[in-house]
């Protein structure tokens, strides 16, 4: 099960919930205040990118250096 973040404007507090990817609008409650008038958020993720110095993940090389 996926982890949502949400946020509540009943109380103005930010958390998060494991729940089923099934749970509609409306039935996720504040664990704080108990209200239903939350707003699932999104959330951010890290990804690491590979620049021009650093090595190729898959182990190969992505540039010729003109050698035969």
């Given amino acids: ?3 949502y973040e949400y946020h509540c404007a009943s109380c103005n ?3 998060s ?3 089923s990817v099934n749970i509609k609008p409306g039935e996720t409650v504040c664990p704080s205040c108990r209200s239903q ?6 959330s951010r993720f890290a990804a690491k990118t590979y620049g ?3 090595a190729d993940p898959s ?3 992505s540039c ?4 035969p």
Avoid: N, W, Y
């Fill in 1 to 3: 099960m996926p982890i």
């Fill in 13 to 15: 507090k930010q958390f």
């Fill in 17 to 19: 919930l494991r729940q």
């Fill in 37 to 42: 008038t939350v707003e699932r958020l999104i």
């Fill in 52 to 54: 021009a110095g650093d």
């Fill in 59 to 61: 182990g190969g090389t």
């Fill in 64 to 67: 010729s250096h003109g050698h």
